[in-house]
């Protein structure tokens, strides 16, 4: 039995279509991946997972209940943190995982173990007020009160988004090692490079599933043969470059630039010979695409970024 099961869901905001005609499979003890820029019905599907909003068509299970018809069977398999901050912000740290714990029937001291790895970092101030606790601290914070009750699938909306480099790896290390005692997971975001750090991924983009896969399966759907261009001056050079005869897609990636072909015959040399006909010095390596290269080729307009 999968851990969720999402079937043909649809919902709309009046005349906003936020999903259509979703689908998806996440198994039980997966890191499961949501990526999808901004407005894309992340959040939606989350609600309908995590049974706060109801849909238009289609339904979904989570161990096999229903959401609609034993959403309270189902609150309670569940270990669920919202994208905005929704602790008690003047109840402390302490009362507030307390107060998580008594809701659902259990003790911190039963469960302990489990959260212990992201509460011992806060431990130093537990009698502080939520509301004066730092970013980071605010978000641990909630990963240990969505833990609290043991839940056997945490669901977590863009947990990374505004957060410093620093602390998205530290949350990431904090999700393995929770998918590591047994819990799936089920995480949306908007950076593609997070992808990475899931077992599989199902990429959204306005309100429709546009395919689901590993990561590395994603990465050999590319279709293009890809080169890296290093140039001093690379985003000048950006127009120049999409302007070759033999560019299919040309888009900044980090400090370079990656030059997707389908002409077969490319080579390093021949595309910096090509390059220096235009004026660009450049040092070209070809290279292998990534689930990053696939989602821009993808998610851009006419499936062309040129
Ligand atoms: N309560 C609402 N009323 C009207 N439209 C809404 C409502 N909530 C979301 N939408 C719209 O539905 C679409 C999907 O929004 P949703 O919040 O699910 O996307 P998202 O991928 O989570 O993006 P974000 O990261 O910006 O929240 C967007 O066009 C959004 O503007």
């Not at 005349?15 to 499961?32: P, Q, Y």
């Not at 070759?244 to 015959?265: K, P, Q, R, V, W």
Request: proline share 4%; with cysteine; glycine share 8%.
């Amino acid at each position: 039995m999968p851990a969720i099961q999402v079937t043909n869901i649809s919902k709309s905001y009046g005349k906003v279509k936020a999903l259509t005609d979703v689908s998806l499979s996440v198994e039980e003890g997966e890191m499961f991946g949501l990526i999808g820029p901004d407005g894309a019905g992340k959040s939606t599907l989350i609600r309908i997972i995590t049974t706060l909003l109801v849909p238009d068509n289609g339904n979904v299970t989570v161990f096999g209940l229903d959401t609609v018809s034993q959403y309270k069977l189902i609150r309670g398999e569940i270990g669920y943190m919202p994208a905005v901050f929704s602790l008690y912000s003047d109840l402390t740290v302490e009362e507030n995982l307390n107060f998580f714990a008594g809701v659902f029937g259990t003790t911190v001291k039963e469960n302990y173990e489990l959260v212990k790895g992201v509460y011992h970092m806060l431990e130093p101030f537990r009698n502080r007020p939520a509301g004066k606790l730092s970013g980071g601290m605010k978000q641990k914070l909630a990963l240990s009160c969505a833990l609290i009750h043991r839940p056997r699938v945490l669901i977590l909306d863009e947990p990374t988004t505004g957060v410093d480099a620093v602390s998205r790896k530290e949350l990431w290390d904090l999700l393995h090692s929770i998918k590591q005692q047994g819990i799936t997971v089920f995480v949306s975001t908007a950076y593609m490079d997070e992808a990475k750090q899931c077992d599989r991924v199902a990429l959204i983009q306005k309100g429709r599933i546009l395919g689901t896969n590993t990561p590395e399966g994603f990465a050999e759907m590319f279709p293009y043969k890809l080169f890296s261009i290093q140039a001093n001056n690379a985003w000048s050079s950006l127009d120049a470059i999409r302007n070759l005869s033999t560019c299919e897609t040309a888009y900044m990636f980090g400090d370079s630039i990656h030059f997707a072909t389908n002409y077969n015959e490319e080579s390093p040399e021949s595309l910096h010979d090509r390059l220096m006909s235009v004026g660009v010095e450049a040092n070209v390596a070809q290279i292998q695409a990534s689930i990053e290269d696939y989602f821009i080729y993808q998610l851009s307009e006419k499936n062309l970024v040129k």
